[in-house]
């Protein structure tokens, strides 16, 4: 399976764009790159999702570069609510349910 | 309203014991799925169900068991077999495509004393 490196934190002041980044060199042709979060001791959230054209919807924007080894997830005017671990997750080729998350990025928004 | 319900939020239980986890879904979803969390820790995945009466272990299944008796609900039982027990476990739904996107319960926090 396809696995996914992200920085263990990042900063980012509020009302500033957040930009989190995701590394998957190996990701398969037809495996889709995943975005969710996560709020301290809630269940993740879902974010947004893409195969290889960039998406946009009201909560975010995901850029996925050309060659798809990596992709970056925008929060355009992050709050202090968007403080979560975000996690990056690529699908399982050819059908598993497996998805794995890793430990993600915290993202600590700060007034 | 729709959604994944867990019961309950807090749950205390002695070593030894059995203990069985809710979760209920009304999404009309076919799969589901339980994860452990540890602190500061990613999900790991226990068990999932892709269709009623069918249940595949995920990574870490040694000392849990399942049941799918019916589309809305997956519980978990955490057996005293489990070595570490204490946790937050996550159960989600989703539909069967392998490509969609999964929808996670509040979770319910075990303690084991």
């Known amino acids: 399976d396809a696995k996914t490196t992200q920085p263990t934190s990042m900063d980012c002041a509020e009302g500033r764009a957040a930009n989190l980044p995701c590394n998957h060199s190996?990701?398969?042709?037809?495996?889709?790159v995943y975005w969710y979060r996560q709020i301290h001791s809630q269940g993740p959230q879902y974010i947004i999702h893409g195969l290889k054209n960039n998406e946009t919807n009201e909560m975010a924007s995901l850029i996925i570069t050309e060659d798809r080894k990596s992709s970056t997830l925008i929060l355009p005017h992050a709050t202090l609510r968007d403080t979560a671990v975000y996690y990056c997750i690529v699908r399982p080729h050819g059908g598993g349910f497996k998805t794995i998350f890793g430990a993600g990025t915290r993202l600590f928004v700060k007034a | 309203d729709g959604g994944i319900t867990q019961s309950p939020k807090y749950l205390f239980r002695k070593e030894g014991q059995n203990v069985t986890l809710s979760c209920e879904q009304n999404?009309?979803?076919?799969?589901m799925y339980w994860y452990r969390q540890d602190p500061g820790q990613g999900l790991r995945l226990i068990y999932y169900s892709q269709i009623v009466n069918d249940f595949q272990k995920g990574d870490i299944a040694e000392g849990y068991s399942v049941s799918r008796e019916k589309k809305e609900s997956f519980p978990l039982t955490v057996t005293s077999a489990q070595k570490n027990p204490t946790a937050f476990y996550l159960c989600?739904?989703?539909?069967?495509?392998?490509?969609?996107?999964?929808?996670f319960g509040p979770g319910t926090r075990l303690t084991v004393l």
């Open positions: 999404l009309n979803h076919d799969a």
């Open positions: 190996t990701i398969s042709g037809n495996e889709y």
């Open positions: 989600a739904s989703g539909l069967a495509a392998a490509t969609d996107t999964q929808y």
